[in-house]
């Protein structure tokens, strides 16, 4: 019976190292790229990047990347990215929505007991405040999270890839909540535009090299990048979940075992993405990579709620 007990308690202890090791550091290896060049700045005047705020979720840098402090907090952002052009305004992501208690309860049971959420002014109102009324949302990808904020948002065609739209229909779970809000509206665009950036195809949106979406299937299986090359010279990438926060890009590491096996779909796939876009950061100086949650980043873009001016004195 000894022996038993003494069984059992090393199967235990092993098991809780081998927990506790898919959590330690482990860079991916990543050379350095051949052959890469910043995009042209677009011709085009007036294409410009701002972003809103919509939301919080708060984890820790452990959860978000091998090698994180697990005990570090993180602040998760919401939120949506709007880029304005003179042939229309896109809306990509749609931060949490005014419903976003009830869409919170379609998530895993492990986050629903693991994290905390908090509110803030919707996409939507935020939008509405501004004047502004997109003529497109495009999703990274169609989780929860990123869709929350559509019901707040009718009557706006929503673009994603096919297999993104599959995956809508068939991803069981992930997919609920996309499945319940938006279904009319989704719409289907292609990459008809050839490689880019080392990607394999392209929908150069505008046909302006301004908003060049790719395809980048990983975290789910229509997950896209969006480089944004605004009319001031800068140039942005979003890349919706493929890394939570951007040590995943800078390391590059990629999220812990079971952060892995409750959100991505094909993690061979995010770790070859993980590593391009290491290697397009160092080879493009001034290359924003937004992860869509982290919050660090998004404060250092252009507001579209830029803070009210302090009075004069
Ligand atoms: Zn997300």
């Known amino acids: 019976m000894r022996l038993v007990i003494r069984l059992v308690l090393f199967a235990l202890l092993a098991a809780v190292l081998a927990l506790a090791w898919t959590f330690a550091p482990q860079d991916l290896d990543a050379p350095p ?45 919401m939120g949506a990215i709007v880029v304005s052009h003179p042939k229309g305004t896109l809306v990509f992501d749609t931060g949490f929505g005014k419903n976003v208690a009830e869409h919170f309860k379609t998530t895993p049971w492990l986050m629903q007991t693991t994290a905390r959420y908090e509110q803030e002014p919707t ?119 493929t890394a939570w926060q951007s040590e995943g890009i800078d390391h590059p590491a990629e999220k812990p075992w079971l952060a892995r096996n409750l959100v991505d779909n094909d993690a061979e796939q995010v770790r070859g993405l993980l590593v391009r876009l290491h290697q397009l950061k160092e080879a493009i100086p001034g290359l924003t990579v937004v992860p869509a949650h982290d919050r660090r980043i998004w404060e250092t873009l252009p507001q579209l709620k830029e803070p009210s001016p302090s009075p004069q004195q």
Do not use: C
């Open 33 to 77: 790229a051949q052959g890469i060049a910043a995009p042209p700045v677009p011709a085009t005047p007036g294409v410009e990047l701002k972003a809103i705020l919509a939301g919080k979720m708060l984890s820790s840098a452990g959860f978000a990347y091998r090698g994180g402090n697990l005990t570090e907090e993180r602040v998760f952002n």
């Open 123 to 241: 996409v939507a109102e935020q939008l509405t405040a501004a004047g502004i009324t997109p003529s497109a949302i495009l999703l990274t990808h169609a989780h929860w999270d990123h869709v929350s904020g559509l019901e707040d948002l009718p009557n706006i065609p929503v673009l994603v890839p096919q297999a993104e739209r599959d995956f809508v229909d068939n991803g069981g779970a992930a997919t609920e909540l996309a499945r319940k809000i938006g279904t009319t509206a989704y719409k289907v665009y292609d990459f008809p535009n050839g490689p880019y950036l080392g990607f394999e195809n392209s929908f150069d949106y505008f046909g302006d090299g301004s908003v060049v979406l790719v395809p980048a299937p990983g975290h789910t299986p229509g997950s896209i990048f969006a480089f944004i090359n605004t009319s001031d010279g800068k140039h942005y990438v979003l890349i919706g979940d």
